[in-house]
């Protein structure tokens, strides 16, 4: 027997956070009748459902995605936008591990494992993400300190950062650098620079972990091999310190 939060998110529903959501809102069942209070235990013998849909184990898939700028990150879209389901294969069910903007590209996971998901999304773990700027605006020596000490800003924390400059541009008052962050809030990577007085022109995720778009064209899907899927989960677990 397990908890029902851990089978959800074993069936690739969603991550276990969302199923724990999702039981106090009084949308799963078990045996048909409704569970609203979480530690209670089942296993996939029992009929269980989330919204009336029954849930199945589900072989577990992992794919990197190549996002191309210009679909969202969601599964669906009420303004019937390009998603990125769009670019993966029709007949796995997978969910978006975490959000890249609209107008953000690269490296995306997708699973329909939902325990991986959290693991990989959870603040108390640091997966270094890394990002390639172009920049409205020319970073400073301050700037630069204060990204790597990591600051405040509006009253959200935002930890030390890597920063590499890679280029710039006088002329057109441009930066291009490559920024790796340690945690993944809502479009931190916009927010830290407009906090600095500069602007995001362009974001492109660069890797994931050690995970890169090597070999993808944007819109691209590749596999995980289990060898990664394992390392990054002891990545993850390495940085919960
Ligand atoms: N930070 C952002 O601001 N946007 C993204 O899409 C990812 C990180």
């Known amino acids: 027997m397990e908890r029902l939060q851990k089978l959800i998110a074993q069936s690739g529903v969603c991550s276990r956070r969302k199923a724990e959501e999702l039981i106090l809102a009084g949308k799963v069942k078990v045996n048909g009748k409704v569970v609203s209070t979480l530690g209670t235990k089942a296993d996939f013998s029992d009929r269980i459902t989330v919204d009336g849909k029954a849930i199945t184990r589900d072989e577990k898939v992992y794919y990197v995605l190549n996002k191309p700028k210009g679909c969202v990150s969601t599964v669906k879209d ?39 998901a959290n693991k990989m999304l959870h603040p108390r773990y640091h997966l270094p993400k890394t990002y390639e700027v172009n920049l409205q605006g020319t970073l400073t020596d301050e700037d630069i300190r204060k990204l790597r ?18 280029d710039k541009d006088p002329i057109r008052d441009r930066t291009f650098l490559n920024l790796t962050i340690y945690e993944g809030k809502n479009h931190q990577v916009k ?22 778009t090597e070999g993808l064209r944007p819109g691209e899907v ?13 990545m993850a677990e390495d940085g919960d310190k």
Do not use: C
């Open 78 to 116: 009420d303004k019937d936008r390009h998603t990125v389901m769009d670019y993966v294969p029709l007949n796995v069910r997978v969910f978006p591990v975490g959000r890249l903007d609209y107008d953000t590209s690269g490296v995306l996971l997708m699973t329909n494992d939902g325990e991986f």
């Open 191 to 212: 927010k830290m620079m407009e906090a600095l007085g500069h602007e995001v022109r362009r974001l492109n995720r660069l890797s994931f972990g050690f995970v890169t």
């Open 222 to 234: 590749r596999r995980l091999k289990p060898y990664d899927v394992r390392k990054l989960i002891a």
């Open 149 to 166: 000490k990591g600051f405040t800003w509006k009253g959200e924390k935002f930890a030390p950062a890597k920063v590499f400059v890679k």
